[in-house]
């Protein structure tokens, strides 16, 4: 069992920023393509950036200029600096990962809880 742990959401004003961050743990597992998703209260959930295991990057054109994905490959870890935070930005942020667990037949797409951020003055 591999479980995706996210941190770092929060209030923050119009402006702000706020860097959050997702660790993916378990046993015997390896971990390929890493991202966000958010969800805001009557929407879709939507992509908001993803990072391959290479460091290839995409982002939604929403978040490009002012969010930045990264990962540490050691520390089966992802983040996003989000930085210049509009309050269309605000919603529940889900880490989403691809993983392979040792003796499994294939890989397997998994969730983080979430973590909410606000965007409020």
């Known amino acids: 069992q591999v479980q995706l742990v996210e941190s770092g959401g929060g209030l923050v004003q119009p402006g702000g920023s706020l860097r959050l961050s997702c660790a993916a743990s378990?046993?015997?597992?390896?971990?390929?393509?890493m991202g966000w998703y958010r969800q805001a209260p009557g929407k879709e959930r939507e992509l908001v950036a993803r990072?391959?295991?290479?460091?290839?990057?995409t982002y939604a054109d929403s978040v490009k200029g002012r969010f930045t994905i990264s990962r540490d490959n050691a520390k089966n870890t992802v983040y996003v600096q989000m930085n210049s935070l509009k309050p269309e930005d605000a919603a529940v942020y889900y880490c989403?990962?691809?993983?392979?667990?040792?003796?499994?037949?294939?890989?397997?797409?998994?969730w983080g809880k979430g973590t909410l951020v606000t965007v409020s003055s």
């Open positions: 989403n990962a691809n993983i392979y667990i040792s003796g499994d037949t294939q890989w397997r797409t998994t």
């Open positions: 990072i391959v295991s290479g460091g290839f990057t």
């Open positions: 378990g046993t015997n597992f390896r971990v390929d393509t």
